[in-house]
């Protein structure tokens, strides 16, 4: 990395750091707050502000980037839509209808404008033949984005816990990125994971912090969640393969294995 590519760091956790306290009082003014309940063990009225200071933060730092932005339009524009619903169903909850069908949005504008689909997945057998997908291709795409962004909304009920899987998940893409050469995706990883550790230091317990200051809401989950989906699909088509396909079932094992578990869990239990 350059002397740019770490001020663009900076600006990611600066930026991020900064709204994350600045915007607190403004949280507070609107509404934008989770309120203990019966499901929640937490104290007090906590902004639910993460998920729109990590976007405006990773927004402003890529464009710090020395990189062509023009292929990271859909991305921009599928996630601003995500956050936008997103902050609005932490304000008014949403339907699951409205919710579903924003996601279904994005994932299509993810494989229709910005063409980062699941063409094969990979070499599954030991004869070395990809597996590919065919006219599937689009529809699949679209169900594991949908698919990943929920499991990650699904964790988030744990100080810390869907932005340190996201972390993870972002921190070891970006080492993918860099080992196969993909450099421009590397940095613009890099700036995402630098604002989900800013934002993981706010949001889990520290032992001079009982508990979280932040949440990131429905808007950050379904962000991270997108953006999760957006550079694993990227990475593992080719012509530029980083990595093979199934690399996402081993980094995102926790939220997908507790997604499958809910699906038996709650019909069996008359929910």
Partial sequence: MGLRDI?????A???TGGLLYGLRPFAHRIGLLDSPGARKTHSGKVPMIGGL???VGFTISVLTLDIALTPLRPF???SAVLVLVGVLDDLHELSSRVRFATQILAAALMVGWGQVELVD???LHSNAELFTLGVWSAPFSVFCAVGVINALNMIDGVDGLAGGVALVALSALAWLAHAGGQNEQRDVLL???ACVLCFVLVNARMPWRGQAAVFMGDAGSMFLGFAITW???DLSQAPARAMPPVTALWL???PLFDTVWLLFKRPLSGR
């Fill in 7 to 11: 001020l663009s760091v900076l600006v």
């Fill in 13 to 15: 956790i600066g930026v």
């Fill in 53 to 55: 200071a990590m976007f």
């Fill in 76 to 78: 921009f524009a599928a």
């Fill in 121 to 123: 997945l990979g070499a």
């Fill in 191 to 193: 700036l995402l994971s």
């Fill in 231 to 233: 550079f694993f699909i």
């Fill in 252 to 254: 995102l094992l926790i």
